[in-house]
């Protein structure tokens, strides 16, 4: 049963916002303390967001299975079947490089759903709401983004060189240096947790989950995949580009084995993802600032 | 209190928002009407700093939304009950709020509580009806305890207990001395909630006026009296001074609220009537004679909003 009323109309001015003095506003004062918001409650909060959902959980369970699973798979078909004059002068690290040619997809699936899934769901303008400043939103999710990717690349690539070098030693494999151990691991996984976070700033842009995996995807394979067909002389050039330049062909100089001779060496890769992910961020930020959420 | 000046939303060609300039106070609820597609949604995403104004100003408490330091303790909002990620729980969902706003992590067993989704609080949101998921939504407007609150349509889709719920809510939210400004296309809903009226049609500001003023001035009351002696009971009214008007469909409308006066003239002169009845014409139709000449998409049909309009606006000539 209803005791509701309909409303008393009040008398006129009795509202007592009007007895306000000038500059003040009066009003409901909370008994919640005022906290001045920064950077670090932002990180809390998309860390939040990132371990809260299955998507997350998900991708990263599928990198490792890749990672971990590829590599223990191929470690042990060298071992079982390489004789040893064939594995001569052969990096034992190398062999981590398959489980990320797959892996890879991945991450850049979790890099763009950070950013993209926000706008299938309408989240975004939640959190815009409740973070105004939108270089701040973007930066949380970039900073955590990249430190799970990070570490959960870091544990599986270290755990797979590890258990590959064990496999492989004494098969007559070079003992790797402290540079290529540094390279194998810290290196790539550097490599791709920036390759991650490209992701999410292409998913900011396009502001779309699908879209967003298409492009990606398109940008780690379609390099290689044309190159291949390149048969043609006059093509010569923009094929080596393409070859030497294409994804796995990088994700390879960290493991010192690549298509061509000529081409990026050493860390290369990595301040080329570098460049591309500031450059990509760069453009979701001036997006993210001009367009309506 | 929320300022509104001159604000202005072209989308290309169009305008959305056209010079809307007005006052949201505290301490009362302030409803906010207009006809769908009239820019109401619109204006409060620019209150939000969601959309960016083509031209003119809003303010929260004197200061843009963008320079809030605070946001969800000044200003709380439920704009679109689904804007959540389906895959999250109703804790974690406003958990990530609380922590972006620095929130005591305890807000957010409270505002559950508050909103009657405690027994849910671990289940994904996906699985909510539309009146959890708007619980939940205003669940997130609580979440600060702020001083601002507003809501967009938050009775659509809900049953008459949440519908009865929320209004009682707001009505208490304006009584603690907060601003709440809610928007509605439905008058007769905000007839019951609001204390002021801001009423808008393509984007443009119809009235600005507390709810006592516009009942008073829309809200008239008038008799209905059928009668095969149309003529003289004309007359009869004429003489005892009570204005009366013949409706479309033959009947005649005296103003006021005089059924006893015109049954006692009519048995007087020995006029015999079928029908002397009491009506009120309702606030809706006062609203949709307001909104008439700017609503956006008119259903096609033979009996256009514009048939009763001139039927009231011939009786209360």
Redesign the interface.
């Known amino acids: 049963m209803?005791t509701?009323q309909?409303?008393m109309?009040?008398a006129?001015g009795a509202?007592?916002?009007q007895a306000a003095p000038g500059?003040s506003?009066?009003?409901?004062?909370?008994?919640?303390p005022?906290?001045?918001?920064h950077l670090g409650?932002?990180v809390?909060?998309?860390w939040?967001?990132i371990r809260?959902?299955?998507?997350t959980i998900w991708t990263l369970s599928v990198f490792v299975f890749l990672v971990v699973g590829i590599g223990l798979l191929v470690g042990a078909l060298v071992s079982a079947h390489a004789s040893e004059s064939s594995l001569s002068g052969t990096n034992p690290l190398s062999f981590g490089f398959f489980g990320l040619l797959v892996g890879n997809m991945c991450v850049i699936t979790l890099g763009v759903l950070t950013t993209a899934?926000?706008y299938g769901?309408?989240?975004i303008?939640?959190?815009?709401?409740?973070?105004?400043?939108r270089g701040r939103v973007l930066a949380a999710k970039a900073i955590v983004f990249f430190v799970v990717a990070f570490v959960v690349s870091l544990v599986s690539v270290t755990f797979v060189a590890m258990v590959q070098s064990s496999m492989l030693s004494g098969s007559g494999t070079e003992s790797p240096s402290g540079g290529a151990w540094l390279k194998a691991t810290v290196g790539v996984s550097l490599y791709m947790a920036l390759l991650g976070l490209l992701a999410l700033f292409v998913g900011s842009i396009i502001r779309h989950s699908a879209g967003g995996i298409t492009i990606m995807i398109g940008l780690v394979l379609a390099p290689l995949v044309l190159a291949l067909f390149m048969a043609t002389e006059s093509l010569h050039s923009v094929r080596d580009f393409l070859f030497e330049y294409s994804f796995p062909s990088q994700l390879g100089v960290f493991y010192d084995s690549t298509l061509s001779g000529s081409g990026p060496r050493g860390w290369d890769p990595l301040w080329i993802m570098l460049g591309l992910a500031a450059v990509a961020g760069a453009g979701a930020y001036a997006l993210l600032r001009?367009r309506?959420? | 209190?929320i300022e509104l000046d001159g604000l202005t939303k072209r989308y290309g060609e169009k305008v959305a928002v056209d010079g809307l300039t007005c006052t949201v106070?505290?301490?009362?609820v302030t409803g906010f009407l207009g006809p769908n597609g009239a820019g109401k949604s619109t204006t409060m995403?620019m209150i939000?700093?969601?959309?960016?104004p083509t031209a003119g100003d809003v303010r929260i408490?004197?200061s843009r939304?963008?320079q809030?330091?605070?946001?969800?303790?000044c200003?709380g909002?439920l704009?679109?009950a689904?804007?959540?990620?389906?895959?999250?729980?109703a804790y974690?969902h406003l958990?990530?709020?609380a922590?972006?706003?620095?929130?005591?992590r305890a807000?957010v067993g409270e505002v559950l509580e508050t909103v009657g989704l405690m027994a849910v609080a671990r289940q994904k949101a996906k699985g909510f009806s539309y009146g959890m998921s708007q619980r939940l939504g205003i669940a997130?407007a609580l979440l600060?305890?702020?001083?601002?609150l507003m809501f967009d349509e938050p009775v659509n889709g809900l049953d008459p207990e949440g519908i009865?719920w929320i209004?009682?809510l707001m009505?208490s939210l304006a009584a603690?001395?907060?601003?709440v400004f809610v928007s509605s296309h439905l008058m007769s809903e905000m007839?019951?909630?609001?204390?002021h009226l801001i009423v808008i049609g393509q984007g443009r500001l119809l009235a600005d006026t507390?709810?006592?003023?516009f009942?008073r001035r829309h809200a008239r009351s008038y008799v209905r009296v059928r009668s095969p002696q149309r003529e003289r009971l004309l007359d009869a009214l004429h003489e005892a001074g009570v204005t009366a008007v013949e409706a479309a469909d033959g009947a005649l409308e005296a103003e006021g609220d005089k059924a006893e006066q015109i049954g006692e003239l009519a048995a007087g002169h020995g006029i015999v009537l079928h029908e002397l009845s009491p009506r009120q014409a309702s606030l809706e139709e006062a609203f949709m004679r307001l909104t008439a000449g700017s609503v956006e998409y008119h259903a096609q049909s033979a009996a256009a909003p514009g048939n009763w309009g001139a039927d009231r606006q011939g009786g209360t000539a």
């Open positions: 209803s509701h309909p409303p109309p009040q006129p509202p007592d916002w500059g506003y009066p009003g409901y004062t909370s008994p919640i005022v906290v001045r918001t409650h932002a809390a909060s998309e939040t967001k809260s959902v299955r998507s899934s926000e769901t309408g989240m303008r939640t959190t815009m709401t409740a973070c105004p400043s001009n309506d959420v | 209190m106070r505290p301490g009362i995403r939000l700093g969601l959309d960016h408490d004197g939304y963008e809030l330091t605070d946001p969800l303790t200003v909002a704009l679109d689904k804007a959540m990620h389906g895959g999250r729980s974690n958990l990530c709020l922590q972006s706003n620095g929130i005591p807000r997130a600060g305890d702020p001083r601002i009865h209004r009682n009505r603690q001395g907060r601003t007839a019951q909630t609001a204390d507390s709810m006592a003023d009942i």
